[in-house]
C-alpha cells in the first residue's frame, strides 16, 4: 500500500481584489506519495505558488484539510508549524529569501545551526552542498556579490544540506541557463531516486515538466489532471 505523505482535502482560498472575491485555490483534492517527484504546471495564476505556500505551512486556507507526514498542519499553532518546518522541509523560494549580510556558507549552514549542529559539521557539509550545486569557490560570496542564478542555486543548496523529508521549490530553474537548470533538475531526480526526498516543484520550464515522474496540471484553482511518468508537454499551455 502506498504511503502518502500529503493529503489534502477541499484547500480553498480566497483573496479580495477591490470588490472582487477570488478563489486561488478552489477546493484541491490532492495525494503525494512519500518519495513522489511532482511537478505543478500550469498558467501564471493557476494556484500553483498558493498550494506550495499551503502545502509549506506559510498560508492557511479558508476551507479543507491537510496533512504532511501525519501530521494534521491545520491543528497546528505557529510555533509548532515553524518547529514542523524546521526538521522536515526544504524550500526554494522565487525570491530566493537568502540572508543578505551572510555568506553563501553562512546561508546554507544556517537552517543547520538552528537544527543544533556544531559550526564545524554545518560548515563542512554547507560546503559540500555548494559545491554539489556548482559553486565551489563561491563559498564566502554574500547574495549582492552574486548573480540571480547563483543565489538561487545557493537557496537550493540551503534546501537540500538539512536532508528534509520535503522539498517545496517554486521556479528552480528561473534564473538558470539550460545547462546550469538540467544539472539542478539531474540532482534533484538523484535524491528523489538515492535517498527518497519528495520533491513537489511549480514550474512553467518545459524541461522541468518533462522531468516529472507525476505532473499535476492545474488552472483556474483547481487540479486539472494527474498524470505519471510518461507525461506529454507539447499540449501544456504554460508561460
Not at 560548515?123 to 540571480?148: C, I, N, T, Y
Not at 534564473?175 to 511549480?202: C, K, P, W, Y
Not at 516529472?212 to 488552472?219: E, G, V
Amino acid at each position: 500500500m502506498a504511503d502518502a505523505l500529503i493529503t489534502a482535502s477541499g484547500l480553498t482560498r480566497y483573496y479580495e481584489s477591490g470588490e472582487l472575491r477570488v478563489a486561488a485555490l478552489d477546493g484541491v483534492d490532492l495525494s503525494i506519495d512519500r518519495g513522489a517527484y511532482v511537478v505543478l504546471a500550469g498558467r501564471s495564476g493557476s494556484g500553483k505558488t498558493t498550494l506550495l505556500n499551503m502545502l509549506g505551512g506559510l498560508d492557511r486556507p479558508d476551507a479543507g484539510a491537510l496533512s504532511i507526514a501525519g501530521e494534521d498542519m491545520l491543528a497546528m499553532g505557529a510555533a509548532a508549524r515553524a518547529d514542523f518546518r524546521l526538521q522536515h522541509l526544504g524550500f526554494v523560494f522565487q525570491a530566493y529569501n537568502l540572508i543578505r549580510v551572510l555568506s553563501a556558507r553562512e546561508n546554507v549552514a544556517y537552517v543547520l545551526q538552528l537544527q543544533g549542529m556544531n559550526k564545524k559539521a554545518r560548515f563542512e557539509l554547507a560546503d559540500r552542498w555548494l559545491a554539489e550545486v556548482g559553486l565551489k569557490g563561491f563559498e564566502h560570496r554574500r547574495p549582492d556579490q552574486m548573480s540571480g542564478g547563483q543565489q538561487q542555486r545557493v537557496a537550493v543548496a540551503r534546501a537540500l544540506a538539512a536532508n528534509p523529508d520535503l522539498v517545496l521549490a517554486d521556479e528552480p530553474t528561473a534564473n538558470l541557463d539550460s545547462h546550469t537548470g538540467e544539472a539542478l533538475m539531474d540532482l534533484m531526480r538523484r535524491l528523489n531516486a538515492e535517498q527518497g526526498t519528495t520533491f513537489v516543484i511549480a514550474s512553467h520550464d518545459p524541461a522541468v515538466i518533462a522531468s516529472a515522474r507525476t505532473l499535476i496540471t492545474m488552472q483556474d484553482g483547481q487540479v486539472e489532471s494527474v498524470k505519471t511518468e510518461s507525461v506529454k508537454t507539447e499540449s501544456l499551455k504554460t508561460e
